[in-house]
């Protein structure tokens, strides 16, 4: 969350704000950006093909909010982080992190994890387990923002009462 979509947990699968933003920098003529979340980028993984068009961008868009309707925050996470492309033929966040540092994505410490997300959406080219300076800055940025967000309570798994 704290790389791919900070609002994750306030919005309802379109973050307007990022929109605004990236449509202001292609007005300004800056280099495209994205906007998409992860609930997005979750309907585009699960259920449509990897093409840019805007007949996809518009099937994304019914996708996300069915998503977000039917599956809540958690389970769009939890398929998220298992269908994610997160190196040359590594899908999910487990086989990241048992390809990437051996071990498993439960024992990662925060920096592994901040490396891994620094590498999307481009982990061919930027590699979690021989960072670049610009991988590990960004690592190093993924980890402030890390300790930034305020999980909300219905979110955070209670202990079981006895």
């Known amino acids: 969350m ?3 979509d900070t609002r994750f947990l306030i919005h309802g699968g379109f973050d307007w704000k990022e929109i605004d933003k990236a449509i202001d920098a292609g007005k300004r003529g800056r280099k495209l950006r994205g906007a998409s979340t992860i609930s997005q980028q979750t309907a585009k993984n ?3 093909f990897p093409a840019r068009s805007w007949v996809r961008k518009a099937f994304e868009a019914y ?3 069915g998503i977000e309707l039917i599956w809540g925050k958690e389970r769009i996470m939890e398929v998220y ?7 040359r033929g590594i899908y999910g966040a487990e086989a990241a992190a048992q390809e990437l540092f ?3 994505a439960s024992k990662l410490t925060p920096r592994e994890s901040a490396l891994i997300a620094a590498s999307l959406p481009n982990p061919m080219k930027r590699k979690a387990n021989r960072p670049s300076s610009y991988v590990s ?3 190093s940025s993924i ?3 890390m300790g930034m967000i305020e999980v909300p309570k219905w979110l955070v798994k209670q202990p079981a009462k006895k």
């Open 143 to 145: 980890e402030r923002m």
């Open 63 to 65: 996708y996300t909010l």
């Open 102 to 104: 051996i071990k498993p």
């Open 2 to 4: 704290a790389s791919e």
């Open 46 to 48: 699960v259920f449509l």
């Open 81 to 87: 982080l298992n269908v994610a492309e997160m190196g």
């Open 137 to 139: 800055s960004r690592a």
